[in-house]
């Protein structure tokens, strides 16, 4: 038979486990070594290196070295008989050693043991080559077990890599979707302000439009009651030869000028017509104190005679009729 050592490593492990497992069983054999290894193979520092040490293991049937004794003394004397092996009490199992006992009580679970003067017989050929089978058998088993094991373990690293992969693939799709939404009610509130704000311009443009509306209708009635004032302050004796009138238009503005007292109200549509600066929209002509529309019946009347002297206001209102 090969070296042990050799064998065992051939049989898949490694050259430190094999040395350590001959040097526990008192180098007796593969199969004790192979026992021991099968019992021991989760032992921390078992991959270590073996260190030089007095090899383990005591064996019985080694003979015990005695001092001499004088033939006076051995004949006085009876040898006891000497212990060549250890008989587990339990099954009756021969054990050739301490360390032969420990593996058996590691596979067992048998603890009581007792010394033995019956010698261990060696293995025959056939015995060596049915141990090795079995050996072989038992490493077999291992290695299918350590396979299945291995299989195992790589079907559950891979449906927990899986699962990883569909915990991440998930979150990042709430990631992403909790980032569209975020984007979509920024949007929203982007529009609203916008809204908001285009409505507050609206507002203010309506506001700023009353409120000119209001002074304007203001001034209005202001420069109307100035005129009728100053007109009921005149003399009626005083005679007027022009007359300085005011004309509010459309778009808020404001012409002025002084006419002929007999110039007809035509004459100041003329006027109005060559120097007004708003839309160009169809009117009439309008006092407000006192209030009276003026009519193309009054078109060929004086200014005198329509009241417009020394002064007035006139505003346009719109007309479907020049």
Aim: charged share 35%.
């Amino acid at each position: 038979m090969s070296d042990p050592v050799d064998f065992i490593v051939q049989m898949g492990f490694s050259k430190n486990r094999a040395e350590r497992a001959l040097a526990n069983t008192g180098n007796h054999g593969v199969e004790a070594a192979m026992e021991w290894l099968i019992a021991h193979e989760n032992d921390p520092g078992i991959d270590e290196p073996m260190t030089p040490v007095a090899a383990s293991g005591r064996v019985l049937m080694e003979a015990k070295v005695e001092p001499q004794e004088s033939d006076e003394d051995s004949s006085s004397t009876t040898n006891p008989e000497q212990a060549l092996s250890l008989k587990c009490d339990e099954c009756g199992k021969q054990l050739k050693s301490e360390t032969d006992a420990q593996v058996h009580a590691a596979k067992t679970g048998h603890q009581k043991f007792s010394e033995s003067t019956e010698a261990v017989k060696p293995l025959t050929e056939e015995e060596k080559a049915a141990q090795l089978k079995r050996v072989e058998e038992k490493l077999k088993l291992k290695r299918i077990e350590r396979e299945q094991k291995e299989k195992e373990e790589a079907v559950q690293r891979e449906k927990m890599r899986r699962k990883t992969g569909k915990e991440i693939s998930e979150i990042r799709h709430r990631m992403e979707l909790d980032e569209a939404k975020k984007l979509a009610n920024e949007k929203k509130r982007e529009k609203m302000e916008e809204k908001q704000a285009r409505e507050k311009v609206k507002d203010q443009i309506a506001h700023d439009k009353a409120a000119k509306l209001a002074k304007d209708k203001a001034e209005a009635e202001s420069a109307q009651a100035k005129a009728a004032e100053a007109a009921a302050s005149r003399p009626v004796s005083k005679e007027y030869t022009t007359s300085k009138l005011q004309f509010r238009l459309f778009d808020g503005k404001t012409l002025t000028h002084t006419f002929e007292a007999l110039n007809t109200l035509e004459d100041v549509k003329s006027y109005i017509a060559t120097n007004r600066t708003d839309s160009g929209a169809p009117y009439s002509l309008m006092t407000n104190f006192p209030k009276k529309v003026f009519t193309a019946t009054d078109s060929r009347r004086t200014l005198k005679d329509l009241g417009l002297v020394p002064s007035a206001v006139l505003i346009l209102v719109a007309s479907t009729a020049p």
